[in-house]
Nanobody, 123 residues
Framework: QVQLVESGGGSVQAGGSLRLSCAAYGYAMNGCMGWFRQAPGKEREVVAH???????YLVDSVKGRFVVSRDNAKHTLYLQMNSLKPEDTAMYYCAAGSPGGLCYMSPRWYNYWGQGTQVTVSS
């Protein structure tokens, strides 16, 4: 049974940094993993994803500020978030288990989800 557990969220002022972690239990780390976020009243959107081999994607709004990485040996996915802005405020989720282990932009393609960790950025 796969279980994804996020940690590292919190409340920071604009310009601050946070590092999110996602521990993947029972997951072979052989496929794409992603970070998604959902703000109140909005749809869940992709923030970043990274393939098993390390190829990564970041949505334009976070490029230059966020870094996605993974440590397959530690079964952990990371999201380093720098220069945080109030518009980054959302619940952040990690995801895995896409068909064929490929990376997709849409959350509908991921079968495994964590419970989420809240990120709040104040101005």
């Amino acid at each position: 049974q796969v279980q994804l557990v996020e940690s590292g969220g919190g409340s920071v002022q604009a310009g601050g940094s946070l590092r999110l972690s996602c521990a993947a239990y029972g997951y072979a780390m052989n496929g794409c993993m992603g970070w998604f976020r959902q703000a109140p009243g909005k749809e869940r959107e992709v923030v970043a994803h990274i393939s098993a081999g390390g190829g990564s994607y970041l949505v334009d709004s976070v490029k230059g500020r966020f870094v996605v990485s993974r440590d397959n040996a530690k079964h952990t996915l990371y999201l380093q978030m720098n220069s945080l802005k109030p518009e980054d405020t959302a619940m952040y989720y990690c995801a895995a288990g896409s068909p064929g282990g490929l990376c997709y932009m849409s959350p509908r393609w991921y079968n495994y989800w964590g419970q989420g960790t809240q990120v709040t950025v104040s101005s």
